[in-house]
């Protein structure tokens, strides 16, 4: 997969719920790339680190949202075989795992779908606050 860190970091700085980019890691040889975004989001409180490791043969994916501690995370590491969409899973913040949504073949859908879940997670934990 050819990632264009500069259009991803623009993406990025364009979502609303981005308040700035804070770690920036690019790694790239020839035959693989690593990059490691670290965003941080309103309120602000909360992070989003996104991970990426792109061979030949692979592309790993990990994009986790945390505040104190890990929140929830999208990957793509090949440890819940049972998992339907397999090795594609969900964390959420009890430590349980489910099948995913994000697949790791359109970097910019899977971000675009990961804010609006973030998003949706953030409401309710906001308004879990106020209730």
């Not at 991803?8 to 040889?29: A, C, K, P, R, Y």
């Not at 489910?98 to 970097?107: A, K, N, T, V, Y």
Request: hydrophobic residues 40%.
């Amino acid at each position: 997969m050819q990632i264009d860190i500069g259009d991803i970091i623009g993406f990025l700085e364009s979502n609303s719920i981005v308040s700035q980019l804070g770690t920036i890691e690019v790694d790239e040889t020839a035959v693989r790339g690593v990059y490691k975004i670290r965003c941080n989001l309103i309120p602000s409180q909360y992070k989003l680190q996104i991970k990426w490791i792109d061979t030949p043969e692979n592309f790993h994916y990990s994009y986790q949202l945390f505040a104190e501690l890990p929140l929830l995370r999208w990957d793509n590491a090949p440890h819940f075989p049972n998992i339907e969409t397999c090795p594609h899973h969900f964390h959420d913040k009890n430590g349980n795992v489910f099948e995913s949504p994000i697949l790791g073949e359109d970097i910019k859908g899977d971000l675009e779908m990961i804010f609006a879940l973030i998003s949706d997670f953030l409401m309710g934990d906001i308004l879990g606050y106020i209730n």
